[in-house]
């Protein structure tokens, strides 16, 4: 059951990356605009924060695994479109379509550790989905340059969407054989109006988010974000009158009242932030800026990986010893390597090259590989079994959200410091400021683990 659910937890995390050295093979192959390229990693990113609570609720109540199957299928099907679509259009539909099924299954995951394991195996569980995520994170670009540079049966880019159908149709077969069909023991109502609010209110602020910068920041983008903030406000405002009249709200306003599960939620969006904004900019600066093809930009990342899934299997060993400490030592190697990343850049000035930036990378690896897996573990601490979808479907949307907001500050930043110059000392000023921002981002982060540390010391022993 386990290894079944991390092959799903690979698939979807993975998809939010492999395509980012995949975008100019694609906008070649289909000529594709610049935008619409873009569009293909950040549709299905929009689309799977915005229903990933729905998503986690549904979950709750018609079951986790007839949820889990649901999503599965469709985003096999999805992937097998995906890999036949005939232009940029359908291509985009066909991710959005992506995003909404792993939204779909994706929540059930971490509902089904919560409720099928306690204590130690708990923590394996939650040990294992945080290395898969992780791992997913990091190779998605490894795979995506690779499978690029194979041009496997001359077909370039498709056979990225295109590996998904084994991989999904295996763990179809797995989950239905060996997934227990658990759900919540109070089946709630679905929260119609707080589904409609959320959406609205998330939809508001991603999409400028993803769009705005590829649009030229129209006023219309300003007005978006804006108009979320009061779409929020209603939100909690229904929530908390829907609670009160003893409805089923779509997230339970006490779940926020969890100091553990709020210092974890902002860890995540700081995190993804900084995380997905690294990964961005450096697959542009690899390959436009330095000049490397899709499969030695991926491979850059390979370190990285390696770094993370050594520590991360090390970490049954660390965490008697430093129990949630191990939060402190990650997320401090965390904004060490991306400190490292800086200094480097500055000394190697228009000299930068990709090999220099490995022992720095390795740094934010074994930083990451100690801090990703405990910190679920942390943040999910105190929370009722009953309010396991809806509490994991919002952990994961901060999650979605902070990679957006990451990937929309870090590529402002660095392609408004790039400019319209295309020399090889403008790329590197601008890599340079940026890695300034992910360093903020980085210690932001960090800021928040003794809060989350101690409130999970505390839940745990209540």
Not at 91 to 104: M, T, W
Not at 328 to 351: E, F, M, R, V
Request: charged share 10%.
């Amino acid at each position: 059951m386990v290894l079944v659910a991390m092959a799903a937890t690979f698939m979807a995390m993975m998809d939010s990356y492999i395509v980012n050295v995949a975008i100019p093979s694609i906008r070649s192959d289909l000529g594709a605009s610049v935008s619409a390229a873009e569009m293909t990693v950040g549709g299905y990113i929009l689309v799977y924060g915005l229903f990933l609570v729905t998503g986690g609720r549904l979950g709750d109540i018609l079951g986790y695994k007839r949820m889990f199957l649901a999503g599965l299928g469709l985003f096999t099907v999805a992937s097998l479109l995906c890999g036949v679509a005939p232009g940029p259009e359908a291509l985009i539909v066909f991710r959005c379509v992506q995003g909404l099924s792993a939204a779909l299954f994706f929540p059930q995951i971490l509902s089904i550790i919560q409720t099928s394991f306690e204590g130690a195996q708990r923590d394996k569980a939650l040990a294992l989905f945080g290395v898969t995520i992780g791992l997913a994170a990091i190779t998605g670009q490894l795979i995506g340059g690779v499978l690029v540079h194979l041009d496997l049966f001359g077909w370039g880019w498709r056979p990225i969407f295109l590996v998904n159908l084994p991989l999904g149709l295996a763990a179809i077969a797995g989950a239905a054989l060996t997934m227990p069909g658990f759900r919540g023991t109070q089946r709630p109502r679905l929260d119609l109006p707080g589904v409609a609010l959320l959406t609205l209110a998330l939809l508001l602020l991603s999409f400028p988010l993803a769009e705005g910068r590829t649009a030229g920041w129209p006023v219309w983008c300003f007005v978006m974000m804006v108009l979320s903030v009061p779409c929020f406000v209603a939100f909690g405002w229904w929530q908390r009158r829907l609670a009160a009249a003893g409805g089923q709200p779509l997230v339970n306003p006490p779940l926020l009242r969890l100091g553990a599960y709020r210092s974890g939620n902002a860890l995540f969006l700081a995190f993804f932030a900084c995380n997905a904004g690294l990964f961005f900019v450096l697959a542009v600066q690899l390959q436009s800026g330095l000049g490397y093809s899709a499969l030695e930009s991926g491979l850059l990342f390979a370190p990285l990986g390696v770094a993370f899934t050594g520590t991360s299997l090390a970490l049954p060993k660390i965490m008697p010893r430093l129990g949630l400490h191990v939060l402190t030592a990650g997320y401090g190697l965390n904004a060490l390597g991306y400190l490292l990343l800086l200094i480097t850049a500055l000394a190697a000035g228009d000299s930068l090259s990709g090999p220099v930036l490995i022992p720095a990378l390795v740094v934010i690896g074994v930083g990451q590989g100690l801090g990703v897996s405990p910190l679920l573990g942390a943040a999910l601490t105190g929370v009722p079994p009953r309010e396991a979808g809806s509490a994991a479907g919002m952990l994961e949307t901060v999650g979605q959200l902070g990679m957006s907001v990451g990937i929309t500050l870090v590529g402002l930043v660095y392609f408004s410091t790039l400019g319209d110059a295309g020399t090889r000392h403008a790329y590197t000023h601008a890599f340079t400021v940026t890695l300034i921002l992910n360093l903020v981002l980085s210690l932001i982060a960090l800021a928040f683990v003794p809060p989350l540390r101690r409130a999970a010391a505390a839940a745990a022993t209540a």
